[in-house]
């Protein structure tokens, strides 16, 4: 089975300024794609930023980019300039690479409260 | 498009009562999916389904049925609800694309507190 891990509760950042969140994932899978979604007050699922596994080049969007670590299964986001708008809960989650055949399920972390100061 | 919507917003029950929710999608997707969200835990599967007429149990399906009658739209149903069932539902939805990912598109969520 997979596991996703996210170990920090919450974190809080000033506004313009960098903040990291960690995630690991715990898989015995070589294919697979890994999330970053964020939920604001709103409830609203967000997807942020993805990876595929196969792929070496971290991912990036703007002001989000990802450290991805495929032999220590770590995932980390990496939000620039934060802002106001990014104050959210982030989810860390992991969907293995499926066949025709196969069902594309979602295993999520606990989340990260981010709180952006201004 | 209006994409995935849940209806109720928000709804509270005394335990044993029952109530449906109700998840309709207007992109044509094939999978859809219900998931609970709990402090703490992020989002768990419950049902989902790849097709019309067609559910399947993931990994917290207890207390709850599901029904997908027509392709867009797909029914949680909890029979007899208990406060563990307190919770925030999510609907998504997505279409195969095999050996590809599969974006899934999430609905607002319904809040439910069962007293």
């Known amino acids: 089975a997979q596991t996703v891990t996210q170990s920090q509760p919450e974190m809080s950042v000033q506004e313009a300024e960098t903040v990291t969140l960690s995630c690991t994932y715990d898989?015995?899978?070589?294919?697979?794609?890994l999330f970053w979604y964020k939920q604001p007050p709103s409830r609203q699922m967000i997807l942020v930023i993805r990876q595929e596994a196969y792929k070496q080049q971290n991912a990036t969007e703007n002001r989000f980019s990802v450290n991805f670590q495929k032999a220590a299964k770590s995932f980390s986001l990496k939000i620039s300039d934060s802002q106001l708008g990014d104050t959210a809960m982030y989810f860390c989650a992991f969907m293995k690479h499926a066949g025709v055949a196969d069902f594309n399920k979602f295993y999520f972390g606990s989340g990260t409260k981010l709180n952006v100061k201004p | 498009n209006a994409g995935v919507t849940q209806t109720p917003k928000f709804r509270v029950l005394k335990t044993g009562q029952s109530m449906t929710l109700l998840c309709a999608q207007d992109m044509n997707h094939e999978y859809m999916y219900w998931y609970r969200q709990d402090p703490g835990m992020g989002l768990r599967l419950i049902h989902y389904s790849v097709g019309e007429g067609t559910t399947a149990k993931g990994e917290v399906p207890d207390g709850y049925n599901v029904s997908r009658l027509k392709k867009q739209n797909f029914l949680l149903g909890l029979e007899s609800a208990a406060p563990s069932q307190t919770s925030v539902y999510f609907c998504?939805?997505?279409?195969?694309?095999?050996?590809?990912?599969?974006?899934?598109?999430f609905g607002p969520g319904t809040r439910l507190t069962v007293l």
């Open positions: 998504a939805s997505s279409t195969p694309l095999p050996g590809k990912y599969n974006e899934q598109f």
């Open positions: 898989t015995s899978e070589n294919n697979y794609y």
